[in-house]
């Protein structure tokens, strides 16, 4: 007979158990382990060994500054873009257009941002 099965279940559920403890904190410590990146030679080559070599060695490399890209204006009633950002600090206009038939033509609606209807 097998001696892993003579044993009782709750002792071959502790040792499952036990294996899957060692088997997740082996997995955390590769993971953990090292920073993956490789730190270059140091020893002296011939193109090291040249006066421009060591003058390119010497000199300090500048690193780009990355520029930020201004956020857009946006209108705050229709969500466009806006061309004049000046123009969005002004308050908004409201205007109400009679709808009766001495009040037609109505004329700019369609230039309007927004328009509705009562």
């Known amino acids: ?14 040792s499952v158990k036990v294996a899957v403890a060692v ?3 082996s997995l955390v ?14 020893a ?4 090291q060994g040249s006066p421009a070599a060591a003058q390119r060695a010497t000199s300090p490399t500048v690193a780009a500054t990355p520029t930020a890209t201004p956020k857009p204006v946006i209108w ?3 969500g466009m873009v806006a061309t004049d950002p000046s123009a969005v600090k002004r308050r908004p206009l409201n205007v109400r257009m009679p709808n ?19």
């Open 23 to 25: 088997l997740l904190a």
């Open 1 to 14: 007979m097998d001696p892993e099965l003579a044993r009782p279940s709750h002792q071959r559920r502790a």
């Open 76 to 78: 705050p009633l229709t």
């Open 44 to 47: 002296p080559t011939q193109a």
């Open 29 to 42: 410590a590769a993971a953990c382990g090292g920073s993956g990146t490789l730190t270059p030679s140091t």
């Open 100 to 118: 009766d038939p001495s009040g037609r033509p109505q004329v700019g609606l369609a230039k309007a941002d927004l328009s509705s209807s009562r």
